[in-house]
Every structure is written in C-alpha cells, then in structure tokens.
C-alpha cells in the first residue's frame, strides 16, 4: 500500500520503532490518531480482524515507544488486536495483503518478523509463553525485559491463571499488560486512578516500599502488618487485590487511550524488578463510532466503504453449516428440555445466537475454557441431561485430556458439534480443522461423522444426539451444497456408507464435504464414488467390497492424510488380509498457511482436477 505522507506525516517517521522512539513524546497523540486511521483505510480495502486492532492503538504506541523492541520481547495474545504492532514494525506497505494468499499472516509469526516474538492464534498463550521468555532473560543476564498483553476475555481461560500462579510464585522481571475492553468499569478510570499509578509506580513509593520491606525484614510481625496495610490501603481504591495475592505488584486501572499516560506508567513499570500486573481499560473499536456501538459485529469485516460506514450488501445465499447447526439446535431444544448446549465464548461464530435467546435456561456460555467446557458436559450427561457442545476444531485441541479421560473414558453421552472442521481460509494456520478426525479416530468409544451436505449434518446431529455415547459432527466453515434440510429429523444406522455413482476401476471413498469434487472427478474418470459418512464405526463391508471391485480405492477427506479416515481404510484392509492399493488424498503433514479454502484446496490439489491428477499419476 503506497503510504500518502500528507495524510500521515507522523507514521511516515515511524515505519519501525526505532524510528518511533526518535519522535518527541508530545507527537505520540498524532501518531496515535494518524496510525488508527491508516488501519481503517487498509482493513477497508483488504478485509480481517478491525475492532480489536482500533481498541490497542495508543497502547501498541507506547509499548514500542517505552521498550526496545525487539531486544525486548513484547508477546500479544490471540493477535486479532496486532494489526497496529504490524503496522509500526516494518510491514505498513504490505498491510492491505493480511491474511491473503503469500500475504501477510494474520496473527504474530516470528517466521514474518523478528518483532513477533511468539506465534499466537489461540487465546491466553501470552503469559506462559512470556514467562519462559522472562526466566530465559534472566538467565542471559543481558538486561532483556519481557511484557505479555492479554484481554480480559482470555483472562478467563484456566491457562492464563496458571501462568500467574506460577509467575507470581518466582522472582522474574515479567510485565503483564491486562487489555480490558469491558465498559462497565469504565467509570474507574479517571484523575484520580492515573495519578493513583503514577504515584504506586514511580520511584519515591517504591524505594519507601522496598526499603521499609528491607529494614522491617527481621522484624516479621511488624512486616506482615506493613504488608496487609499496604495491601488493604490499595485494595480500597484499585481492584487488584486478586493480582497481588496472586504475587504481581498491580498496577491501574488506567485510560488505555492516553498514550502519554500510558508511556508514564510503564516508564515507571519499566523500571521496577519482580512480577508486576498494569491494568489498561481500553474500548474495541475505538475511534470508529460504529465498531465501538457493536464491537462483535466489526470484529472481523469484510472489505467495506468506510466513508459510508456500511457493509457490501451480500447475495441471498446458501445457509452456511453453522445456521444449519442452530436451526437444528433450537428444533432439537424444543422437544428435549434436557438439552443444554455449551460453548466456549463462540455464541456468533457457533451459530447460537438464536438458541441463546430463544432457550437461555439451556445455554451455558463458559467463557474462553474449552477444558471446562468439556468436562461440565460430562457432569452434566452423568447427571442424566443431554450436553451438546459446540466448539470449533482447533478448538477442541486445547480440550483433549478432557475428552478421552471426562467423557470417552465414561462413555458418557456427549455430542461435540466441531464447526470449522477442514481448512477455514484467511485465518491460517492457528485456525485451520486439520486434525480432529486423527486425534478423535484412536480415541475408544467415540462415534465420528463425517457429512457431505447439510441435510446429512441435520440428521448426523440428531443421531449424534440420540447415540448414548460420545459422539462427533464434523463440519466446515461456510455454506454447502444447497441440500436442503427436511424438517423431520432422521436417526441414521451407525457406520452405514453410501454409494453415490457406480464407475469402473476406481473407488473414491469420500469422507465430507469434498464429495462435490469427487463427483466431478468421478465422471471424467467413470469411478464409483463412495460417500462413507462415518470414520468411526467404518463401514467395512462397503470397503472391502469395493476393494473386491477395484483397481484403487483412492480415500477423500479434508483432514489430515497422517492417522485420518484413509488410515481407518487402510487399517480395515489390514485387519481382513485383503491386499488392495490405496492410495490417500487430504491434507499433507504440514501446516497449511492463510488463503481461501478454493485457494488452499486447489494449491493441494483436492479439488475435481487435482483429484482426477493424483489418481492418473498413481495408477501410471
């Protein structure tokens, strides 16, 4: 993106941060205003993650402005609120390219820049992973500071509380910045809980703190009251006593977009030694009046006209797999009032929002703890209730010692409706589905579906529901087919596949939504085409038979190729002393960068000509 220096005349001078600490601090406030539109402009033209970036502005500002990155390590969570860290570290022009094919990723990615000093998609990874960079530094003795950024949403997660625990249990020089977006402590923000943390972090109440703990040190009674004085004195006017009993010396809150504030206080923070905790109170979308009234919804944008303040206006379209598990959920909720569906703080993106409001006495929003997730509904299935868990694939990775050992192992009936199975285009490789069908396969007591359209997603949902036993549909990101749904819900046979076409030669043995390809395929090269809808139970006499019939079965999934549904033909060949050839088609054993899913899937070579190019180079 050509950068207009007339437009931008501060962020011309600051195309990195050394060239950002040049600049006086009496300029940041117009960098700052200057930096939040040029990523308006860029998001407009190129689509990805908007709110979040506009809401740590100031905050990336002082960051870069305060430490010496990239000597400094400065770790961000999740990465949706990165795009202004991108933007002052050397990748400005390239902006308008984020999370397209060989554009930038989407996320931090040391591979992309010395400045991304962790890779992070997921949520609340920053702390542990800064934390081993601070016990790292520490070791060096070179002097290295290390700062985590995290929101208050992965705030929630089980993993960011065991970081601080451990954190605050040594001695390292760790700074963490909590990016709290939420309006309602608003209010605590003000004159007198900046001038509050400019006093509590400067250096005259530090050197009393740290001397009085020096002297008092051989005196224990009278330290333990100086430290619960101390204690109960800030705990009256900042809510951080969880942070400090944790070990962290805490900080704010304080007016994240105050740049000059925020410069101030982590100057001081900068200087103090041990764990310490700021507290930023930040607003998503800031600056932008419509993403500030509905951050959710300008979370995440399409390319949009900015002047205008509006989306495209997009075509009447085929349901996407996520409303077809909503409208299921909701029908599903009305005849079983002991369904409960839980997700992880995916309500939008899971398709719940209707569920949500129609049926909230059966909606457990858990917040960002996918552990929890899991093992609440094995609490609740033993109980007798009927959990229904809805979670993205990459997802249930962060859930799997839950899986197997509080609901599989018990054989508890569980249903795990697992969306953006396969790959999910822009967001790259954090997010892409790749590897449920291998780490579900070997997992006893597990039933795993597979559907190729959304009807047979409808109806796999309701057998899933109806199986007394663990049970997983698998689907991906975006619309089908256009199958539409019968109202009347379905109980399909377990491990029952079915054929599609009758060919010659070759046998595709489709697991998914690839089945539209395979079709094409199928008829340039008069194969049979093979829709085996279960991983788990398999349907071995369908594939030993068309071992029987065939020259090659050729297994079509959108997973992983190394332990996925081909591996399951393979096994079931083996176990049955039937010699055939095989040969797998899915995603190969790497991880596969952003682009569109027509994009990606063409580039692998598992659309309709790739297929058909595989099958002749093999069968040659």
């Known amino acids: 993106m050509t950068l207009d220096l007339s437009q931008y005349p501060n962020l011309a001078n600051a195309n990195t941060p050394e060239e950002l600490r040049l600049l006086p601090k009496h300029k940041l406030s117009k960098l700052s205003t200057e930096l939040r539109q040029f990523l308006l402009n860029c998001v407009s033209q190129s689509s990805g993650h908007f709110a979040s970036g506009l809401g740590t502005v100031e905050l990336t500002v002082a960051l870069h402005y305060v430490y010496n990155t990239p000597f400094d390590r400065v770790v961000w969570d999740v990465g949706h609120q990165a795009y202004p860290h991108k933007i002052l570290t050397g990748r400005r022009d390239r902006m308008t390219s ?98 509050l943390t400019r006093l509590l972090t400067g250096s005259l109440f530090n050197t009393i703190r740290d001397g009085s703990k020096k002297i008092l040190s051989n005196v224990p009674p009278i330290k333990e009251l100086a430290s619960r004085a101390e204690e109960h004195i800030k705990g009256m006017v900042v809510p951080g006593t969880i942070f400090e009993e944790l070990g962290f010396h805490y900080a704010g809150p304080i007016d994240g977009h105050d740049v000059n504030a925020v410069v101030d206080t982590l100057t001081n923070m900068r200087k103090m030694s041990g764990p310490k905790l700021l507290h930023v109170v930040t607003k998503k979308g800031k ?98 209730k009927h959990p229904v868990v809805a979670i993205y694939s990459t997802f249930l990775q962060r859930a799997y010692d839950q899986l197997i050992h509080d609901v599989a192992l018990q054989a508890l009936p569980v249903l795990f409706a697992i969306d953006r199975a396969g790959l999910v285009g822009a967001d790259g490789p954090t997010h892409q589905g790749a590897f449920d069908i291998p780490f579900l396969r070997c997992i006893p007591n597990m039933i795993i579906m597979t559907p190729s359209d959304e009807a047979e997603c409808r109806n796999m949902l309701f057998t899933g529901h109806k199986a007394n036993m663990p049970a997983a549909v698998r689907y991906p990101r975006g619309a089908g087919i256009g199958a539409k749904p ?44 093979i829709d085996m809808r279960f991983v788990k139970p398999i349907d071995k006499d369908a594939i030993l038979l068309a071992a029987q019939a065939h020259d090659l079965l050729v297994t079509l999934e959108d997973g992983a190729v190394s332990g996925g549904a081909g591996s399951a033909v393979q096994q079931c060949l083996h176990e049955n002393k039937v010699l055939a050839y095989v040969l797998c088609l899915g995603l190969p054993d790497e991880f596969i960068m952003q682009g569109t899913q027509q994009e990606m899937y063409a580039e692998l070579g598992l659309d309709a000509q790739g297929i058909v190019n595989a099958i002749k180079q093999y069968h040659d």
């Open 98 to 195: 984020i999370r397209q094919k060989d554009g930038l990723h989407p996320f931090p990615w040391p591979p992309e820049s010395e400045y991304d000093t962790f890779a992070v998609g997921h949520s609340s990874t920053s702390i542990s992973a800064a934390l081993g960079m601070a016990i790292a530094a520490n070791k060096e003795n070179k002097g290295r500071k290390v700062v985590a950024v995290i929101g208050d949403g992965a705030m929630t997660a089980g993993l960011a509380f065991e970081a601080l625990n451990h954190g605050g249990d040594l001695n390292e020089d760790l700074l963490v910045v909590l990016n709290d977006n939420e309006m309602s402590i608003s209010e605590n923000v003000g004159a007198l809980n900046s001038h």
């Open 287 to 384: 600056g932008y009046e419509k993403a500030e009234q509905d951050p959710i919804k300008w979370h995440a944008v399409p390319k949009f006209d900015h002047t205008t303040e509006e989306f495209p206006k997009s075509k009447p379209g085929k349901p996407t797999f996520s409303a077809i598990f909503g409208t299921w959920l909701c029908d599903m909720a009305s005849a079983d009032s002991d369904l409960i569906a839980i997700t992880p703080a995916m309500r939008e993106g899971s398709g719940m929002v209707a569920f949500s409001q129609r049926f909230p006495d059966q909606y457990i929003d858990v917040a960002i703890a996918e552990q929890h997730a899991v093992t609440l509904a094995g609490g609740l299935a033993k109980e007798g």
């Open 486 to 529: 019968s109202e009347k819900m379905d109980e399909i046979t377990l491990g029952i596949s079915k054929t599609i076409r009758n060919g010659e030669k070759f046998a595709i043995l489709n697991f998914g939504t690839l089945i539209s390809e395979a079709q094409k395929a199928a008829e340039i090269l008069n194969a049979t085409v």
